[in-house]
């Protein structure tokens, strides 16, 4: 420090090279937003999601097919990352006990299937990226079905772009037939099992060469069917309370698992059992793709009708009226107006975004 004293003032005078300047803890070198490209990176499947840390399949089907852990880039901290979801990954990707690669990339979408809390909550859970199929999965009885569940299953499927398949179990509990009356004007194909007696062959034959979502209440059978489907999955199977008639919840993470048949390969996406399935996530205009057989009817309805009992001149209305569409088309425009009358009750909801 330089300073002068003078005879008429003791106090020091300062001049700019008193000033001290302590660098950076970081350091002084400006951040750059330039990421690497990462050219090298492996391509690979998330096959499940455990705290931070992601099994990834790479060179699928090849002699060096192999599964690594990985841990998301910084890059990608605001990105999530679900099972499913085709990833570019860099690092120690030889699968070896205690490595770890990085994730840096993800691989554009085909598919999101995604759920709310409830159908006021726009926040979305994203259950698993590019199925294109779900097996909806439902008892007979013991749990007792639910009409209302599986339409919302439809409406979340044909939203994402898959296509959905329906599998009712216990047959040997209850005779299924009134129940899937509900579903008799859509293209849906169903298979019905019992304990006894699982259309396995069948269902195997549907999944192979698909990546298939499976989607069902508690207590339903679906960790049974995954188990008889993938001998290997091991997945825990629980029982039905005998009091309240509600299943307990036993997969608790999303999975996906390797199918192998004589016809081929496919995989099997376990999800854990839901009692309840929010669609605030949903485009309302979507709904009606769910119901195809009323779809074909409201093309004649008036531009921006809403299908509601009190819209004026509503082609689908005005058929169930007329009893056209019998007993299973009354049953469809209930299930389809009672899903309309949630959101139209929910001002904040989406319409017209896709």
Not at 315 to 324: K, R
Request: with cysteine; charged share 25%.
């Amino acid at each position: 420090m330089t300073w002068w004293a003078t005879p008429d003032d003791d106090e020091p005078e300062y001049d700019e090279s008193s000033v001290r300047v302590r660098p950076g803890r970081k350091g002084t070198k400006p951040r750059t937003k330039t990421r690497p490209e990462h050219g090298d990176a492996l391509t690979g499947r998330i096959l499940s999601v455990d705290r931070g840390r992601y099994t990834v399949m790479l060179d699928e089907n090849e002699p060096t097919e192999r599964r690594v852990t990985a841990a998301r880039a910084s890059e990608l901290r605001k990105h999530a990352v679900v099972t499913g979801d085709r990833v570019d990954i860099v690092g120690d990707t030889t699968g070896a006990e205690g490595s770890l690669s990085r994730i840096v990339r993800i691989v554009p979408r085909v598919t999101l299937l995604r759920r709310s809390a409830d159908d006021t909550d726009a926040v979305e859970r994203v259950i698993v990226a590019n199925a294109d199929q779900m097996l909806i999965v439902v008892a007979a009885a013991n749990p007792e079905p639910r009409i209302r569940l599986v339409d919302r299953y439809l409406v979340a499927a044909y939203d994402a772009g898959v296509s959905p398949i329906l599998c009712i179990t216990k047959t040997d509990l209850a005779d299924p037939a009134e129940f899937l009356n509900n579903f008799a004007g859509l293209d849906l194909p169903v298979f019905q099992s019992r304990d006894d007696a699982m259309p396995l062959d069948a269902i195997s034959a549907a999944l192979v060469g698909h990546d298939t979502v499976f989607v069902g209440h508690s207590g339903v059978g679906k960790s049974t069917l995954v188990n008889a489907l993938v001998p290997d999955a091991h997945r825990a199977v629980g029982v039905v309370n005998t009091v309240t008639g509600r299943g307990r919840h036993t997969s608790s993470s999303t999975i996906s698992l390797r199918l192998e048949t004589d016809a081929g390969r496919g995989w099997v996406i376990d999800t854990p059992g839901v009692r309840s399935f929010g669609l605030g996530h949903i485009n309302t205009d979507n709904i009606l793709r769910a119901f195809t057989d009323l779809a074909v009817i409201a093309e004649k309805c008036p531009r921006g009708c809403t299908h509601l009992p009190s819209s004026p001149d509503c082609a689908i209305n005005e058929a169930v009226a007329a009893g056209t569409l019998g007993d299973t088309g009354k049953a469809r425009l209930d299930s389809l107006q009672r899903l309309l009358e949630t959101f139209a009750a929910a001002p904040s909801h989406r319409q017209g975004e896709n």
